[in-house]
């Protein structure tokens, strides 16, 4: 008998899910015997995760389950292509994850190859998946799982997206916001996928401009850089979560917003630490994982409230957390990196100057 994460039945485990890292030595990706992680599933939440990832393979991702990956009508032709979304690979990443049977049964699970955001995705699943099956709020996570937001029904957006998929991902959390489409006039938000137009800066009174959110694909880098080079507001990830949107537009709203300077690295914006100095983490990239590439992963798999930002040429994550789940938090983000990234906690007192003595 074994403790299943997904729903943490004490139940005969059907299968081990595992990710596996793979190897591109003869051009082709390899599965390998580096293990990223492992979880014991139960049938029913193996079933579970089977039926929504294969959704999302074949490009109907269930409504039901937040921040889903999406196809964007992407072909499935090459053998490095992402068995999920689609995407290209790049060289030397991605994993197989596949089902081991754990009582000689073989599982509904197919092996298949993802790449890293889709490993996070599936593990994130495998993990905890009852707050995504919207049975509760995420335990692990206690008070911190909880959506609230400002009161934003004031605002309009429209959407520029590569997908319809994504069109659509973007108008339900809008509206679970209160956030509608604008109709005629110019709107308060443009939402544009990274290297798509973004449009003329509209003025909607004095002063006030029309603010653009980047919707920004793992890997991005370089047109989100020349998104915010173009005065873009901010970026957050493609999927994104309901939460994420949230925060956003609460950020966009707030009266004394002043605009930060941006690290040119990992595209976060620098802050100022104030005492007194909240629980932080720093995020340490792994060998050959840009500073973008992991600031991507830790707000994929963060709440949207969470700080991220630079201080003193570092990436430093403040999460919006009661106290006491300060490190359930650290611990659940670092199995979402599954490596590719480390938070590191820092000491409370004075955090920031802890580290830049450190380096
Ligand atoms: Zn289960
Ligand atoms: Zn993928």
Same mark, same amino acid.
């Given at each position: ?38 979880? *014991? ?66 599982? *509904? ?251």
């Amino acid at each position: 008998m074994t403790e299943c994460p997904a729903c943490d039945a004490v139940v005969p485990a059907l299968a081990f899910l595992q990710a596996r890292a793979v190897d591109w030595t003869a051009g082709v990706p390899e599965r390998t015997s580096r293990n990223r992680w492992r979880y *014991p599933l139960c049938p029913a939440c193996l079933a579970w995760l089977t039926s929504v990832v294969d959704g999302s393979a074949l490009g109907s991702p269930a409504a039901s389950v937040l921040a889903a990956p999406s196809t964007e009508g992407r072909l499935l032709r090459f053998l490095d292509q992402c068995n999920v979304c689609r995407s290209t690979l790049a060289p030397r990443t991605g994993a197989v994850v596949e089902s081991l049977p754990a009582a000689g049964v073989p599982g *509904p699970w197919r092996a298949r190859l993802v790449c890293i955001p889709c490993e996070g995705w599936i593990a994130n699943l495998a993990m905890d998946a009852r707050s995504a099956r919207g049975s509760t709020s995420r335990a692990l996570d206690g008070e911190y799982g909880r959506t609230v937001h400002r009161r934003l029904s004031s605002l309009t957006f429209e959407v520029n997206a590569g997908s319809n998929d994504v069109t659509e991902a973007l108008i339900d959390a809008c509206a679970s916001l209160g956030v509608l489409q604008a109709q005629g006039g110019a709107p308060s938000v443009r939402f544009v996928e990274a290297g798509r137009p973004a449009g003329t800066r509209a003025r909607l009174r004095p002063g006030v401009v029309v603010q653009t959110v980047i919707l920004a694909p793992y890997g991005a880098y370089e047109a989100v850089a020349a998104h915010l080079a173009a005065a873009a507001f901010e970026w957050v990830t493609l999927p994104f979560t309901p939460h994420l949107i949230a925060a956003v537009l609460s950020r966009l709203v707030e009266p004394l917003m002043v605009p930060l300077p941006r690290d040119k690295d990992s595209l976060l914006s620098v802050l100022q630490p104030v005492e007194p100095f909240p629980a932080a983490a720093y995020v340490r990239p792994a060998l050959g994982v840009s500073a973008f590439d992991a600031a991507w992963l830790v707000r994929r798999f963060a709440r949207g409230y969470d700080d991220l930002g630079v201080v003193s040429g570092r990436i430093v994550f403040v999460p919006r957390v009661p106290a006491h789940s300060f490190d359930a938090v650290i611990a659940r983000l670092n199995r979402n990196l599954s490596g590719r990234a480390t938070l590191v906690p820092l000491a409370r007192q004075s955090p920031f100057e802890r580290f830049e003595a450190a380096g």
